[in-house]
């Protein structure tokens, strides 16, 4: 469902991805690993058609994001680390917006709104302003407008940063679960216990290169380390990288 081919992606001299090249099936749930800098950012924006790749290829569901954006876009869920939602319209409104957007009908805008508002209990707070929202209910709100169309791809990026431990464990138990109906999920993470308990597979990011791609078995056996955590391996894989921004 999602690939890069050899894709590079630059900013004047610097090279923020370098030739990554990346496979994520139908049914995965895969978790995107890397210290600041590293490119996480850039590949997801590439991935979600907000940048075009200097060189190589992106494709969601077969269709190119630079020559077939819509068509990749459709099929695309995101919820992205910063949430911005429209501080004036109620959560309903914001999700009677997004529903619009996608061209669905009034019958089909109703019964989807009110789904994943069961899904992610927003009722009590659906018709207030979200200016009024937590950081928790403003993430509830956006895992459910990036849901409304059912996509089979989704993409979210640091989706446990800030909220509550209920809310992280719905996050989690709703990632598996749209893998087990047989969704591509990309997660970019920091938190490294979240990728260990739930992902199918790993990929590690450092220095715009992908350093390791597999399980967590896998990585274990490569370092060979079979005692520590995914905490301890990452550090170990990337200790030779600085902090910045990519």
Known sequence: MIRFDSTTRTFGDKTAVDRLNLTIPAGELFAFLGPNGAGKTTTIKMLTGLLRPSSGRVSVGGFDTTTHPREAASLLGFVPEEVFLYDKLTGREFLEFTAD????????????????????????????????????????????????????????????VGLDPKSVRLVKDLLRQRASAG?????????????????????IIDHGRLNFLGTIANLRQML??????????????TKSNGDGKA
């Open 183 to 203: 969704a591509a999920v990309f997660m970019s993470t920091h938190t490294l216990s979240v990728a260990e308990e739930i992902a199918d597979r790993i990929g």
């Open 224 to 237: 060979r380390d079979d005692h520590h955590s995914l905490e301890h391996l990452f550090l170990e894989l």
């Open 101 to 160: 957007m996608r061209g669905f009908s009034a019958a089909e805008k109703a019964e989807r709104i009110e789904r994943q508002s069961e899904i992610f209990e927003l009722h009590d707070f659906l018709d207030d302003l979200t200016e009024t929202y937590s950081h928790g209910m403003r993430q509830r709100l956006v895992f459910a407008a990036a849901l409304l169309h059912d996509p089979p791809v989704l993409v979210v990026d640091e989706p446990m």
